[in-house]
């Protein structure tokens, strides 16, 4: 079956850095396109970063623009997230989330169009 772990959070101090590791398994992880969401305490989850299948496409929420970049290695069944000049409210549980297409198109950030999920992993930036 198909899996997803992530790996990678920590506690850092804001200005900071973080990578997050997204492994897969189970399936041809080349044939379909990618996501990171978040939950922080209290709040719904949201969406932070898609990637699409060859990784030639991505998109990110305004939140993170400019400081998140979310990549894959195809050959290594990995989707990573570079996380640079973390701030407070990017602590969250931190979630890696597949489709069963290869492409984004217009709902990228809808997570019902998102068919697999890892089990999160915990991001705390402390001020």
């Known amino acids: 079956q198909v899996q997803l772990v992530e790996s990678g959070g920590g506690l850092v101090q804001a200005g900071g850095s973080l990578r997050l590791f997204c492994a897969a398994s189970?399936?041809?992880?080349?044939?379909?396109?990618m996501a990171w969401f978040r939950q922080a305490p209290g709040k719904e989850r949201e969406f932070v970063a898609a990637?699409?299948?060859?990784?030639?496409?991505?998109y990110y929420s305004d939140s993170v623009k400019g400081r998140f970049t979310v990549s894959r290695d195809n050959a290594k069944n990995t989707m990573y997230l570079q996380m640079n000049s973390l701030k407070p409210e990017d602590t969250a549980v931190y979630y890696c989330a597949s489709r069963n297409v290869g492409y984004l198109g217009t709902l990228y950030r809808a997570q019902e169009t998102y068919s697999y999920w890892g089990q999160g992993t915990q991001v705390t930036v402390s001020s």
């Open positions: 990637i699409s299948r060859s990784g030639s496409n991505t």
């Open positions: 189970g399936r041809t992880f080349s044939s379909y396109a």
